[in-house]
T-cell receptor
Framework: SAVISQKPSRDICQRGTSLTIQCQVD?????MFWYRQQPGQSLTLIAT?????????ESGFVIDKFPISRPNLTFSTLTVSNMSPEDSSIYLC????????????FGPGTRLLVL | GQNIDQPTEMTATEGAIVQINCTYQ??????LFWYQQHAGEAPTFLSY????GLEEKGRFSSFLSRSKGYSYLLLKELQMKDSASYLC??????????FGKGNQVVVIP
């Protein structure tokens, strides 16, 4: 298994500002992902964070709005830029780990409220 | 693209058995996951199926039929702590997960 931590765990932000969320893993992993879970909804993939290269974004998500960094195999950041109330959500980092069995783990999440 | 369908809510009595179904239509299939999510918490991994058949893990079992695009999660000997949302997610060849909307299970005494 892997231990995943995220900072901050929650935040309340003003419209128009930006917030950077950090994800730290206790072991080197090949693939890391960022998901969003809007209130009352299921999880939606934002992007795959690629180590040493630009992230791969899903349809409906763009780099200008959600810039992602992945400087090494244990760390990634997601920035939510120029926030609006519609960005209020839980943001979760996730990783793929081929352990004793195949699984994908999720971090504890960052709860963001935009006023 | 991915289309994953789950019923939305069910109520069951402590000690009972519930089955949560998930049907999917995907452009690529590399396994199906079940997650449990309590309110305000992150999803926690329950099971993974990539081959047809039943995988049993204690009180939880998961079944997959790839030809039918169908899976179910079976929860036995329900406990109050099993009240949660249960999410099925299909993985593609790039390890990206597409989630269903989740099924809220409410366990009553």
């Amino acid at each position: 298994s892997a231990v995943i931590s995220q900072k901050p765990s929650r935040d309340i932000c003003q419209r128009g500002t930006s917030l950077t969320i950090q994800c730290q893993v206790d072991s080197q992993v090949t693939m890391m992902f960022w998901y969003r879970q809007q209130p009352g909804q299921s999880l939606t993939l934002i992007a795959t964070a690629n180590q040493g290269s630009e992230a791969t974004y899903e349809s409906g998500f763009v780099i200008d709005k959600f810039p992602i960094s992945r400087p090494n195999l244990t760390f990634s950041t997601l920035t939510v830029s120029n926030m609006s109330p519609e960005d209020s959500s839980i943001y979760l980092c996730s990783l793929y780990l081929r352990d004793r069995e195949e699984t994908q783990y999720f971090g504890p999440g960052t709860r963001l409220l935009v006023l | 693209g991915q289309n994953i369908d789950q019923p939305t809510e069910m109520t069951a009595t402590e000690g009972a058995i519930v089955q949560i179904n998930c049907t999917y239509q995907t452009s690529g299939f590399n396994g199906l996951f079940w997650y449990q999510q309590h309110a305000g918490e992150a999803p926690t991994f329950l099971s993974y199926n990539v081959l047809d058949g039943l995988e049993e893990k204690g009180r939880f079992s998961s079944f997959l039929s790839r030809s039918k695009g169908y899976s179910y999660l079976l929860l036995k000997e329900l406990q109050m702590k099993d009240s949660a949302s249960y999410l099925c997610a299909v993985r593609d060849g790039n390890n990206r997960l597409a989630f269903g909307k989740g099924n809220q299970v409410v366990v009553i005494p």
